[in-house]
């Protein structure tokens, strides 16, 4: 039944007209049914009223709709305004980066092209301009110069030897004579030292070079040195630093290493030989013992700490820097070594002291101490046995080095753009890993990458001198040089 179209929800509160309604109520049915018919009223209603606010809101989203769009429209075009333009400017200032761009990298390409030609300018012009500065004071040290000329002059002259001759001869070395062909590598394993000597040149800098070594274990460096030899065949290895020794595990690194390898360690011999006794073998390893009069107690007891390496059977000699303070006293010392059949080989200092810059200030008197020691003059007040311990372990390179010393070191022979076999037969292998051709540069290559390869072929020289005697031999010219008596190519698989 439907609701009847004159209801109204307010009759329901007037007590007239519900009596007269309940009083036609006939059943129970019939009162659910008038129930029933009053819930449909509110249903209807509410249905009319949801539809009704539902035209209203549609009418409203229309009007914002048509609203929206009516905004829209001018703000796109705006848009496309603020668009056309953005991009009409960028095109000029692409334009405008792009000349930026190639004028950065063509000031960047020319800043590179001077800074190199002034590096090798100053390359050349610096060790020119310390030989000519060194050259024009001398004068002004006239008489302490020739006070010192005369001191050594007498030492040479009136020299005799004034020690008991107990010579131990001196076990072959490593590399022997006919085997200088192999590859030959210096190695400064890293840049730390137990000593601070002022003629080094890292004194008074060992600081900086803290943490910056590449520190592996004996294993990690048998693998990469396994690969070196499996290219280049075995290899002469060369090892200094700072102090081998005070690298950790060394003597288990030199025991791996002379495996394959021949070795020679450079060393302040600071540490006790019965480190090394039994763990390396002494065929393969030599030593070169560096005196340090600052550091060590005296001449006498260093050389007879080197006999005892020579009994325990490796090869050893002994080297001092002919430091200016030293030279006075650089005659009895090599009495100390001699006597007991050990050749001390004479360095000459490269550097500054009091001013003056080095080998080039080295007096007359001074160069002819040198020449004093690299003739062997001293030899005729010597018995033969003890200069038979002292020179019947030389090899064929030993004896061409000592010319080279006087040519590069002292004469400072000029090396700029001769050919140079450093970087294919020689190589110094950096505490960082990098391999140069020599002390003084030349990159080629990390020997710890897998790809690693020395040079195929000599390269010209890029400094104006050479600052090693070792390197040395490798310029055109000398021994292992291009085309020299001793040089070889080196095995690549």
């Known amino acids: 039944m439907e609701p009847e179209n004159h209801f109204r929800l307010r009759f329901l509160v007037n007590p007239a007209y519900l009596t007269a309604r309940l009083r036609e109520i006939q059943s129970i049915r019939d009162l659910f049914s008038r129930f029933w018919n009053i819930l449909r009223y509110l249903g209807?209603?509410?249905?009319?009223?949801?539809?009704?606010?539902?035209?209203q809101a549609i009418r409203l989203a229309g009007y914002g709709h048509d609203g929206y769009y009516?905004?829209?429209?001018?703000?796109?075009?705006?848009?496309?305004?603020?668009?056309?333009?953005?991009?009409?400017?960028?095109?000029?200032?692409?334009?405008?980066?792009?000349?930026?761009?190639?004028?950065?990298?063509?000031?960047?390409?020319?800043?590179?092209?001077?800074?190199r030609a002034i590096k090798k300018a100053a390359e050349t012009a610096?060790?020119?301009?310390?030989v000519s500065w060194t050259r024009l004071v001398r004068p002004?040290?006239?008489?302490?110069?020739?006070?010192?000329?005369?001191?050594?002059?007498?030492?040479?002259?009136?020299?005799?030897?004034?020690?008991?001759?107990?010579?131990?001869?001196?076990?072959?070395?490593?590399?022997?004579?006919?085997?200088e062909?192999?590859?030959?590598?210096?190695?400064?394993?890293?840049?730390s030292c137990n000593y601070d000597c002022p003629y080094c040149w890292f004194h008074g800098g060992w600081e900086t070079y803290l943490g910056k070594a590449v520190i592996l274990s004996p294993k990690e460096w048998g693998s990469h040195w396994a690969r070196f030899n499996e290219r280049h065949g075995p290899a002469h290895i060369e090892i200094a630093g700072g102090e081998p020794f005070t690298y950790p595990g060394f003597a288990d690194i030199l025991a791996m290493l002379a495996e394959r390898n021949?070795?020679?360690?450079?060393?302040?011999?600071?540490?006790?030989?019965?480190?090394?006794?039994?763990r390396v073998d002494p065929a393969k390893v030599g030593f070169s013992c560096s005196f340090h009069p600052k550091f060590a107690p005296s001449a006498d007891a260093f050389a007879e700490k080197v006999l005892r390496l020579?009994?325990?059977?490796?090869?050893?000699?002994?080297?001092i820097v002919a430091y200016p303070p030293y030279l006075k006293r650089l005659v009895d010392w090599n009495d100390s070594f001699f006597s007991r059949g050990i050749h001390l080989t004479v360095q000459p200092f490269r550097g500054y002291w009091r001013g003056r810059y080095y080998p080039v200030a080295y007096t007359a008197a001074a160069r002819r101490m040198f020449a004093w020691f690299i003739d062997g003059e001293y030899l005729r007040y010597y018995p033969p046995d003890v200069i038979f311990a002292a020179t019947s372990a030389f090899s064929t390179l030993d004896g061409k080095k000592q010319r080279t010393m006087t040519d590069y070191q002292l004469d400072l022979k000029s090396t700029l753009g001769r050919l140079c076999n450093s970087g294919r037969l020689y190589g110094r292998l950096q505490f960082n890993g990098d391999m140069q051709r020599c002390s003084q540069g030349g990159y080629v290559g990390n020997f710890l990458s897998g790809d690693f390869c020395m040079c195929d072929e000599a390269q010209p020289c890029q400094f104006s001198t050479c600052e090693c005697s070792n390197e040395a031999l490798y310029?055109?010219?000398?021994?292992?040089?291009?085309?020299?008596?001793?040089?070889?190519?080196?095995?690549?698989?």
């Open 181 to 191: 062909g192999r590859p030959r590598l210096s190695w400064n394993i890293h840049l």
């Open 475 to 493: 310029i055109q010219g000398g021994p292992l040089g291009p085309g020299g008596s001793l040089s070889a190519p080196v095995k690549r698989q």
């Open 262 to 278: 021949t070795l020679s360690v450079s060393t302040n011999f600071a540490w006790d030989p019965s480190e090394i006794a039994g």
């Open 44 to 55: 209807f209603g509410l249905k009319d009223g949801y539809y009704a606010l539902r035209a």
């Open 140 to 179: 002004l040290w006239f008489f302490r110069d020739a006070r010192s000329d005369a001191a050594l002059s007498i030492a040479v002259k009136s020299f005799r030897p004034r020690r008991r001759f107990e010579p131990v001869n001196n076990p072959p070395a490593p590399l022997a004579a006919g085997a």
């Open 310 to 319: 020579r009994k325990a059977g490796f090869h050893a000699t002994a080297t």
């Open 126 to 130: 610096v060790p020119a301009i310390r």
């Open 70 to 115: 009516a905004l829209r429209a001018p703000a796109i075009r705006l848009a496309g305004y603020g668009h056309k333009g953005y991009y009409a400017l960028r095109a000029p200032a692409i334009r405008l980066a792009g000349y930026g761009h190639d004028g950065f990298y063509a000031l960047y390409g020319e800043t590179l092209r001077a800074g």
